[in-house]
C-alpha cells in the first residue's frame, strides 16, 4: 500500500441497503476526513477523526458513521441508503489536526444509489 | 455563515498567465489552501498561506490578504497538463477546511 487507499473504486447501490466504504492509510497520519464531492458544490466535511479512538461530526454527518479502532483504518458507514447520498466520496489524512497540515486525499468511491 | 467563493470555470492559452480568484468568509482563519484536482481524480495539494504576501513555488504562486478576506492562485507559463479543477479552502477556527465548489481551467493551445 502506497498513501491512502479505499474501496470500492465504484458501487451501485439499492435504497435501503446498508453499505461501508473502506480507507486505509499507511502514513502513519494521526487525522483522518470523509468527504463528499457533488457537482457545483465544493467537497463537504461528513466526519472526521484527529486521533485513533476519537470521532467528530462534519458539516453533513446525517445517515453516515464511522470509526477509528486503529490508526491506519476509518470506514464510512450508510446504516440505510438513500438516492441524496449518490455522491464521490473521498477520504482524506493529515499528519496532525492543525493549521498548515495538508490532507492527501485517497481516489474516491462513486457511489450512486437508486 | 462560512463561505468561500471562487470561478466556476476560465479559460486561458497554453504559454499565457492566468488569475484564479478566491474570497472566503469563516469563523475564524488558520490558513488558505489551494488543491488542484484533475477529472476524476483526487485533490492534490498545491500551496497553503497564512501569512500576508505572495509565495511563489515553481510556475505557480499563491498570494493572501487576511484583511481583504482574499487569495488567488497565479500559473505561468500555462501547459495543456494545467487543464483541471482549482478549489481553494480555508481552514476555520477549529482547523476544519471550508471549500470553494472549485474553478475549472480550460487550457486551450
Known amino acids: 500500500i502506497a498513501g491512502i487507499t479505499q474501496a470500492p473504486t465504484s458501487q451501485i447501490l439499492a435504497a435501503g441497503r446498508r453499505m461501508t466504504l473502506r480507507c486505509t492509510q499507511d502514513?502513519?497520519?494521526?487525522?483522518m476526513y470523509w468527504y463528499r464531492q457533488d457537482l457545483g458544490l465544493g467537497l463537504r466535511l461528513i466526519h472526521y477523526?484527529?486521533?485513533?479512538?476519537?470521532?467528530g461530526k462534519g458539516e453533513v454527518p446525517d445517515g453516515y458513521s464511522v470509526s477509528r479502532a486503529n490508526t491506519d483504518d476509518f470506514p464510512l458507514t450508510l446504516a440505510s441508503a438513500v438516492p441524496s447520498q449518490t455522491s464521490v466520496y473521498f477520504c482524506?489524512?493529515?499528519?496532525?489536526?492543525?493549521?498548515?497540515?495538508?490532507?492527501?486525499f485517497g481516489p474516491g468511491t462513486r457511489l450512486t444509489v437508486l | 455563515g462560512q463561505n468561500i467563493d471562487q470561478p466556476t470555470e476560465m479559460t486561458a492559452t497554453e504559454g499565457a498567465i492566468v488569475q484564479i480568484n478566491c474570497t472566503y468568509q469563516?469563523?475564524?482563519?488558520?490558513?488558505l489552501f489551494w488543491y488542484q484536482q484533475h477529472a476524476g481524480e483526487a485533490p492534490t495539494f498545491l500551496s497553503y498561506?497564512?501569512l500576508d504576501g505572495l509565495e511563489e513555488k515553481g510556475r505557480f504562486s499563491s498570494f493572501l490578504s487576511r484583511s481583504k478576506g482574499y487569495s488567488y492562485l497565479l500559473l505561468k507559463e500555462l501547459q495543456m497538463k494545467d487543464s483541471a479543477s482549482y478549489l481553494c479552502?480555508?481552514?476555520?477556527?477549529?482547523?476544519?477546511?471550508?471549500w470553494g465548489a472549485g474553478t475549472k481551467l480550460i487550457i486551450k493551445p
Open positions: 482524506a489524512s493529515s499528519d496532525s489536526s492543525g493549521a498548515q497540515s495538508e490532507q492527501f
Open positions: 502514513m502513519r497520519h494521526n487525522a
Open positions: 477523526s484527529n486521533t485513533a479512538g476519537t470521532t
Open positions: 469563516t469563523s475564524g482563519f488558520n490558513g
Open positions: 498561506n497564512v
Open positions: 479552502a480555508a481552514m476555520d477556527s477549529n482547523y476544519q477546511l471550508i
